[in-house]
């Protein structure tokens, strides 16, 4: 079985902070990882991936993540915030092998304050 | 870029009647999802669905629900007797192939009243 766990609910920063979201995940297999971001009235939108390789993923508008299976975990990271950066952000994991479908977590909520 | 289209955007619907959500997926795609997502809680997978049958189902997904493609661009998700448990932001998807990533629609916010 595979899950997801994002800690924190809402994280708020302030306009050119840095931004980290947290994500554990749990997988009996090498997982696939994906962070998506959901915009107000709008779908799931991928930002970024891993799947095998570089353990370093970068994604689009300025965010990456680092897999790092020691600690079970695929964290969100943005050196600097930006006021349209506020959207809610989903971890989710896949297997390598078998059933693809993902396992989302429950979602955070980036608030960014001027 | 080609996208997953919902519609509608907003349903709302008495308890107990049946309610049909509707998703074109990206026109090469051939794998279909539906995920729904309970007001604060996680994104749940619902169902999967390739060369017109369902490939993966979860427990969610009972009797109650139902998926078709009625022709080749629509992909539809009904709901045969709702229940106020199923106000919910219902999600469509799509993939290439089996593999993730998949490309969602902006969903389709389910009100049971």
């Known amino acids: 079985a595979q899950s997801v766990t994002q800690l924190g609910s809402h994280v708020s920063v302030s306009e050119g902070a840095l931004v980290l979201l947290r994500c554990n995940y749990s997988?009996?297999?090498?997982?696939?990882l994906f962070w998506y971001v959901q915009y107000p009235n709008q779908g799931l939108q991928l930002l970024l991936k891993?799947?095998?390789?570089?353990?370093l993923v970068k994604g689009i508008n300025g965010f990456e993540a680092e897999f790092k299976k020691s600690e079970t975990s695929f964290h969100l990271t943005k050196p600097s915030a930006h006021m349209s950066d506020a959207a809610e952000y989903f971890c989710?994991?896949?297997?390598?092998?078998?059933?693809?479908?993902?396992?989302f977590g429950r979602g955070t909520s980036l608030i960014v304050h001027p | 870029e080609p996208e997953v289209t919902q519609t509608p955007s907003h349903q709302v619907t008495q308890m107990g009647q049946e309610v049909i959500l509707r998703c074109v997926p990206i026109?090469?795609?051939?794998?279909f999802y539906w995920y729904r997502q309970i007001l604060g809680q996680k994104v749940e997978f619902l169902v999967s669905?390739?060369?017109?049958?369902?490939?993966?189902k979860s427990e969610i997904f009972d009797d109650q629900f139902s998926v078709e493609r009625p022709d080749g661009s629509n992909f539809t998700l009904k709901i045969r007797s709702t229940k106020l448990e199923d106000s919910a932001m219902y999600f469509c998807?799509?993939?290439?192939?089996?593999?993730?990533?998949?490309?969602f629609g902006n969903g389709t916010r389910l009100t049971v009243t």
């Open positions: 998807a799509s993939s290439v192939s089996g593999d993730p990533p998949l490309h």
């Open positions: 997988s009996s297999v090498p997982p696939y």
């Open positions: 891993y799947t095998t390789g570089a353990t």
């Open positions: 989710a994991v896949s297997r390598s092998g078998g059933s693809y479908i993902p396992t």
């Open positions: 026109s090469n795609h051939l794998y």
């Open positions: 669905f390739y060369n017109n049958e369902i490939s993966e």
